[in-house]
């Protein structure tokens, strides 16, 4: 049976490269390690997963939907460090070294990529691992996908994200009722803003890939192409 390993590229390399960061390193030696740091978490990845295919799917330079929806989107994050940006090529060569396929759309952000391969495989019945930080991806948890935080070593699963009140819906719903809580009251009160960062945090699933599951085997298929 089919089982995807998606790696959210960008997640794991800065996180890598923030370690790096502070070690005392120049700039230079900084990138090196962190390169030498990814093949290794790499390799790991691959041995404990053992996955038939595998991705790691990048963030490119993308005015997405979300960012006209709600102009502020993404504008309180830290900016990539330029050394970290200028040898991003050099990483993504990285990946290609242990057998994994990089994938970089500039059109469409990262999240949606991979919320698309995820949800393509376990439609089919097959299932996927995505590695990511990102609770984001939790709103695709189900018995064929599952999201792995490798940093911190656990399973971001189903009783990670279960809520008190099922979803948001339910959550306005209660906000109604006389014997609202004072978290529900306060969400009462911000309920326009609870609904936008739904909208925005909801991920597509129909993003067209170019590419079909042959060409990301791993190992690597020399006849992918045939």
């Not at 053992?50 to 963030?59: L, N, W, Y």
């Not at 060409?215 to 298929?221: A, F, L, M």
């Amino acid at each position: 049976m089919p089982h995807l390993l998606i790696i959210d590229a960008l997640n794991l390399i800065r996180r890598l490269h923030a370690v790096q960061s502070q070690q005392g390193l120049t700039p230079a030696q900084a990138l090196l390690a962190t390169r030498a740091n990814l093949i290794n978490t790499c390799k790991k990845l691959l041995a404990a997963s053992k996955p038939t295919h595998a991705i790691a799917v990048f963030d490119g330079e993308v005015h997405s939907w979300r960012k006209t929806l709600y102009p502020p989107y993404k504008e309180g994050r830290t900016p990539m460090p330029d050394e970290l940006r200028e040898g991003l090529a050099d990483l993504q060569d990285a990946f290609w070294e242990c057998g994994v396929d990089a994938l970089l759309s500039q059109t469409d952000e990262a999240d949606d990529l991979i919320a698309t391969l995820a949800s393509g495989i376990a439609q089919h019945g097959a299932s996927a691992t995505i590695i990511s930080t990102d609770k984001g991806f939790c709103q695709l948890i189900c018995p064929q996908i599952r999201v792995r935080d490798y940093f911190n070593k656990r399973w971001l699963d189903a009783a990670f994200v279960q809520q008190q009140y099922g979803d948001l819906a339910a959550m306005l719903e209660a906000c109604e009722r006389e014997e609202a809580t004072r978290p529900l009251l306060k969400l009462r009160q911000h309920r326009e803003e609870a609904l936008l960062a739904q909208r925005l945090v909801r991920l597509q699933h129909d993003i067209p890939l170019g590419f079909n599951l042959r060409e990301i085997r791993y190992p690597p298929n020399p006849d992918a192409g045939a």
